[in-house]
């Protein structure tokens, strides 16, 4: 098998908040392979974004290690994790987060100029089937056209990983569909290691792997021998 | 204590820092209004109550040599409610220690009990013996300036002869509060002193038993003042009496009516100024800050609370912001305004001071600051109580951004997208950003009319001491002397060059207006004391013409080559017709000037002299005071060096200390502005600039996107700001215009440059405590706020 895209061992997250400690994460190990992708599950509170944040630069663990290939990001200053996230992580999140003063255009290209070896902003958008959407703003798409140009966003910079945190979300389920179609497509077009954190079960269909969380550790880990092309996907 | 209650205690600490920003701008204002007007109210109050407890008179008057009996004949005019008289002259001093000579006005006191009016506040010591010819009283600042204390001894030459006197006692007059001596403009407390002496001592050695040659007057109430003035004018023509004159041309109190005026006519600009853009500025803020509690708002709603209980919560909120501002306004207002009614107390020597109680400033300036503040937040709370809760509390849809140019010309595409971003922001928002705008020049502006005065103070030394007044030193003489005194002054040592110089009172009068003002007469190829016109060039005078003051012919409605009247109050007393040639640019009192063989014709007198200008060699200088200290024939040594050091020590400290605390308060509300701009811009932005973080942009990065913003705002502001201050100094200095003093309004680079450097100094401060909590943003919980 080739080698882990990210590997964690036994990574643990807590936090203080008065007296009480809460244990988000507790001693998981994983690894996560190139051009995977990966849906993560579970209940509300479970830990799944706590994990994700952490893949993706936003937050530190309080113990274990975690790899990106072979770069140790437990161990990055601020200044790395920055670098990190520039260069080699998208993200999208269920609320679009989108600079409502730019256009489709312009929201994708602010992250292509300072990327490493970016993909032309018009290619970004034409992978999520906005090509002709460029020059509107935020205000005048709809959530599921904004959930899109975030994606274009997030892959515009070419990034090995693609992080996503309840993508459809706060979407209807055909919208949610073509933003979950939209995934696949650059998944498939540029082998992006894809990482999806949802309630909806349908989901996990698409996904190679399906990681069930449960109170701060992986309770189950579940492969598609078939996956479903999300064209086929309702819910 | 409800839950509402908690939150906006919670809310406040919070927001601390924040409130604390906008609670200052307030106090800003606030402590301007009741700072200025308290301090020029106290200080009015404590002038009037002087002259009245030590009953100060309404008229003067001077004679050479006026018999006792003609005073009972001036009590008798209709409206005189006290006449007094007395000896008044002046005469050299030889004081141990003081290299220079100095000059006293030597003033007699009644042999028993004290002056009916003008009376003396005694520091020290006591009253001279009437028997005594060698006792006397000195004014409280020449006996600090010389560390007398009853015992003390000094000289002075009286009608010729060197006489030792000694310090009794250390007094205070209300006639004296501003002492300035001959032919200086500024009080000099080394070099010019009040000496009260016995009647009968001065009266032997001037010859003046059973006379007297100055004469004081109370008026009744419902007195006449310029019929009771003719009335003795009349009385004492035939004694050599120059004509009467009021409180208005009595050098001490024309002095301090101008101070007191100056500071109230500040305390009328400024102040409103400062509270209204205070106010201006908090209303904006709090706009802004109440907006930024939509979702909050949103959810208060949902919970049942009624509009009217949301609105009242967040009217508490703001109250105790504005609250705590007024307080901190008051208590610094109330001790700045001590602290200046101290600072001119001293400076007037005022025996006392009356603080006044100043509530209705204290109202005032609350309410306004309340009212405004309170419509700021309310203009925000409407549009969003108005919102259904499920809408409120959902984050505002992205709101709709336009192109800022059409799209044919594509420039957004070769533009960075952080330039984008800022130029759609501002395009978005422009009523925002043009607010921001005049927020920023409003404090640009206030700065330049805070610290313009320093420019003005240079300029008028400028001109008035190296372009007009350029002699070193001035000799006077009691009374006018045959022209031969200048050949005896051009012989002392060390005198390189010497000009006569001919004064004499006239009244000047156009139409129904009329001043009183010293007429001079001086060689026309003069270059000592020169002639300098409102182009700041040196002008020689045509024959028979007449200078007057720029300021006196805007009062009289004059202009160059009309005529105006002159009274001759010396001598003849004739009326004359003489046309105006030339505009003069001074800065101290209101003057009329012609060559002096021009003023002998007018006179129809041999070409006299009152004083003569010297430029001197310094190396003989100690060998010139030498010798003037023992002049028989001279009265005072003026000098200009000294003048200058006195008037950059006075009245250039006193301005520039007020400009200071206004400078400073300035200050702190364009500080204050500037902060809150950039916290609440970070605070509108803080999701999209977190996103930005997220997507990889450095903490540096995201924080150069908000401040370029703020930058080119503060940058874009500060033309305007300049016009705007200009502005406002330009009504400064038309409020703060006196016959006594004024200024040329030149408001130099430096101050523009300094105004702009502490309001873009401010931008950059809030930029570095902003800049921390860019660097704190902490990305998970912004960007989950809404999980
Ligand atoms: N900043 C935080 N402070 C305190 N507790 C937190 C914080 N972030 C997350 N948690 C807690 O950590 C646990 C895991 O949270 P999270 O990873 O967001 O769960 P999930 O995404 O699976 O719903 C939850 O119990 C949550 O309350
Ligand atoms: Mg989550």
Redesign the interface.
Same mark, same amino acid.
Do not use: C, Y
């Given at each position: 098998m080739a080698d882990a895209v990210f590997r964690a061992e036994s990574l643990s997250k807590t936090y203080q908040t008065g007296d009480v400690l809460v244990h988000a994460l507790r001693s998981v190990d994983l690894e996560v392979f190139p051009g995977e992708v990966v849906v993560l599950l579970g209940p509300s509170g479970s830990g799944k974004?706590t994990l994700l944040?952490i893949m993706?630069g936003?937050?530190r663990p309080t113990s274990g290690r975690l790899f990106f290939k072979d770069r140790e990001l437990s161990a990055l200053p601020d200044?790395e994790l $920055?670098?990190y996230?520039?260069?080699n992580?998208g993200?999208v999140?269920?609320?679009y987060?989108?600079?409502?003063?730019? $256009?489709a255009y312009?929201?994708v290209?602010?992250?292509t100029?300072?990327?490493a070896e970016p993909m032309a902003p018009e290619a970004a958008l034409a992978l999520v089937g906005l090509q002709n959407r460029m020059?509107h703003?935020?205000?005048?798409m709809s959530g599921g056209e904004?959930q899109r140009v975030a994606i274009a966003?997030a892959i515009a910079?070419a990034p090995s990983v693609l992080l996503c945190d309840e993508p459809t979300g706060a979407l209807d389920s055909h919208t949610g569909a073509r933003v979950i179609a939209a995934l696949m497509s650059v998944n498939s077009k540029l082998g992006t290691t894809t990482l999806i954190i949802t309630h909806n079960a349908v989901i996990q269909e698409v996904a190679h792997r399906v990681i069930h969380f449960a109170d701060g550790k992986i309770s189950r880990i579940a492969e598609n021998a078939h996956r479903k092309s999300a064209a086929g996907l309702v819910w | 204590m409800g839950k509402l209650d908690t939150k906006l205690l919670r809310d406040l600490q919070r927001m601390w820092a924040q409130s604390l920003a906008i609670a200052l701008v307030i106090a800003g204002g606030v402590a301007t209004l009741i700072m200025a007007v308290g301090s020029a109210r106290s200080l009015l109050e404590t002038r009037n109550a002087y002259y009245e407890r030590y009953d100060f008179a309404d008229i003067f008057a001077e004679v050479r040599r006026a018999p006792r009996s003609v005073l009972d004949e001036i009590r008798r005019i209709d409206g005189v409610a006290v006449a007094d008289a007395r000896i008044s002259k002046l005469a050299v001093l030889d004081i141990p220690g003081l290299r220079e000579p100095a000059t006293g006005r030597f003033v007699s006191l009644p042999d028993r009990g004290e002056p009916l009016l003008n009376k003396l506040y005694m520091k020290a010591g006591r009253m001279p013996e009437p028997n005594r010819v060698d006792e006397v009283v000195v004014s409280e600042s020449f006996a600090t300036a010389h560390r007398f204390e009853p015992g003390s001894q000094f000289a002075a030459i009286l009608n010729g002869r060197k006489r030792t006197l000694t310090v009794v006692g250390i007094a205070l007059s209300p006639e004296f509060i501003y002492a300035v001596g001959p032919g200086d403009v500024m009080p000099d407390d080394r070099r010019f002193g009040v000496v009260w002496m016995p009647e009968r001592s001065l009266a032997a050695i001037y010859d003046l038993e059973g006379a007297f040659s100055s004469l004081y007057v109370k008026l009744s109430a419902v007195a006449d003042e310029r019929d009771v003035m003719s009335q003795i004018d009349g009385k004492l023509a035939r004694y050599g009496g120059t004509a009467a004159f009021g409180r208005k041309d009595q050098t001490s109190h024309a002095w301090l009516d101008h101070e007191l005026d100056m500071l109230r006519n500040m305390s009328r600009t400024l102040p409103p100024i400062f509270l209204l853009v205070s106010a201006f500025l908090v209303n904006l803020t709090l706009t802004r800050l109440v907006a930024l509690e939509r979702e909050q708002i949103g959810l208060l709603k949902a919970l049942g609370f009624s509009n009217g209980a949301v609105a009242a919560h967040y009217a508490k909120f703001v109250a105790v912001i504005v609250l705590a501002g007024i307080v901190i306004g008051s208590v610094a207002g109330t001790l700045l305004g001590v602290f200046i009614t101290r600072m001119f107390g001293d400076f007037f020597r005022f025996p006392f001071l009356m603080f006044e109680k100043t509530p209705d400033l204290y109202v005032i300036a609350g309410v306004l600051s309340l009212i405004a503040a309170l419509l700021g937040a309310m203009r925000a709370l409407r549009e969003v109580v108005t919102l259904p809760p499920a809408i409120a509390m959902k984050?505002p849809?992205?709101?709709?951004?336009?192109?800022v140019v059409p799209?044919l010309g594509r420039v957004?595409r070769w533009l960075?997208? %952080?330039v984008?971003?800022m130029a759609?922001?501002l395009a978005?928002h422009p009523l925002r950003a043009l607010f921001t705008l005049l927020g920023l020049s409003l404090s640009t502006a206030i700065l330049i009319v805070s610290l313009f005065t320093r420019g003005t103070m240079e300029e008028l030394i400028d001109v008035t001491y190296f372009m007009a007044d350029r002699q070193d030193a001035t000799l006077s003489f009691p009374e006018r002397k045959s022209v031969t005194a200048l050949y005896d002054v051009g012989r002392l040592p060390g005198v390189v060059a010497a000009e006569p110089y001919r004064e004499v009172p006239v009244r000047i009068r156009k139409g129904n207006v009329e001043r009183r003002i010293l007429l001079s007469g001086r060689p026309r190829d003069a270059h000592l004391r020169q002639i300098i016109d409102v182009d700041l060039r040196r002008v020689e005078l045509p024959e028979g013409g007449l200078a007057v003051s720029a300021l006196l012919a805007e009062i009289l409605d004059v202009k160059v080559g009309e005529s105006v009247e002159i009274d001759l109050l010396e001598g003849q007393n004739r009326t004359l017709s003489v046309p105006v040639a030339a505009l003069v640019e001074d800065y101290f009192g209101i003057r009329g000037m012609m060559d002096n063989a021009s003023l002998s014709r007018l006179m129809r007198e041999a070409p006299s002299i009152n004083s003569v200008n010297i430029s001197v060699d310094e190396k003989d200088l100690d060998d010139l005071y030498a010798r003037v200290k023992e002049l028989p024939s001279v009265s005072g040594m003026a000098l200009q060096r000294a003048s200058l050091e006195n008037f950059r020590t006075n009245v250039a400290l006193l301005i520039t200390t007020m400009a200071g605390i206004y400078t400073l308060l300035a200050a702190i509300i364009a500080f204050g502005v500037v902060y809150n701009n950039a916290r609440i811009s970070l605070s509108e932005r803080a %999701?999209?600039l977190?996103?930005? %973080?997220?997507?990889?942009?450095?903490?540096g990065?995201v924080l150069r996107i908000l401040l370029l913003e703020l930058g080119l705002l503060a940058v874009l502001a500060q033309p305007p700001g300049w016009a705007m201050g200009y502005g406002l100094a330009w009504i400064m200095r038309t409020e703060l215009a006196g016959e006594i003093m004024r200024v040329r309004l030149v408001v130099d680079p430096s101050t523009y440059a300094l105004a702009s450097g502490i309001v873009l100094l401010s931008a950059l401060l809030s930029a570095l405590v902003v800049g921390r909590r860019v660097y704190k943003l902490d990305?998970?919980a912004v960007?989950?706020s %809404?999980?």
């Open positions: 974004s944040n993706g936003l937050d200044a $920055t670098e996230r520039r260069n992580v993200f999140f269920q609320f987060n989108l600079v409502p003063s730019l $256009t312009e929201n290209a602010l992250v100029e300072i990327a020059d703003f935020p205000a005048q904004q966003r910079k | 984050p849809a992205p709101p709709m951004f336009h192109h799209l957004d960075s997208q %952080r984008m971003m759609r922001n978005h %999701r999209e977190a996103s930005l %973080r997220v997507l990889g942009f450095t903490s990065e990305l998970v960007l989950k %809404r999980d």
